[in-house]
């Protein structure tokens, strides 16, 4: 049974920072790839970051291109957004998410976390 909890939300001003995390367990996740959605009120859950348990390979929505760093512990089973320059139009419940087919691009995610409220207050 794969467990993703996700933790690190908050209220941030504009122009602040936030990192959250993700705790996985369950599974052996060295093949699979890891993700960070977010869905804002009234609006479709949108895809954020995805990178690799294995490798190098990251991948970013243009909307945070610049400003969201993802990164991961392997030794912890824990995934991270380091989120910087936050704006308001992120505000949203994060969720962490795991595509056990190890897409980073497209990732298709097969487990979800609970998610993780971020307010950004302009």
């Known amino acids: 049974q794969v467990q993703l909890v996700e933790s690190g939300g908050g209220l941030v001003q504009a122009g602040g920072s936030l990192r959250l995390s993700c705790a996985a367990s369950?599974?052996?996740?060295?093949?699979?790839?890891m993700g960070w959605f977010r869905q804002a009120p009234g609006k479709e859950r949108e895809f954020v970051a995805a990178i690799r348990w294995s490798g190098v390979r990251t991948d970013y929505a243009d909307s945070v291109k610049g400003r969201f760093n993802i990164s991961r512990d392997n030794a912890k089973n824990t995934i991270y957004l380091q989120m910087n320059s936050l704006k308001p139009e992120d505000t949203a419940v994060y969720y962490c998410a795991s595509d056990s087919s190890g897409r980073v691009a497209g990732i298709n995610p097969d487990y979800w976390g609970q998610g993780t409220q971020v307010t950004v207050s302009s």
């Open positions: 369950g599974r052996t996740f060295s093949s699979y790839a």
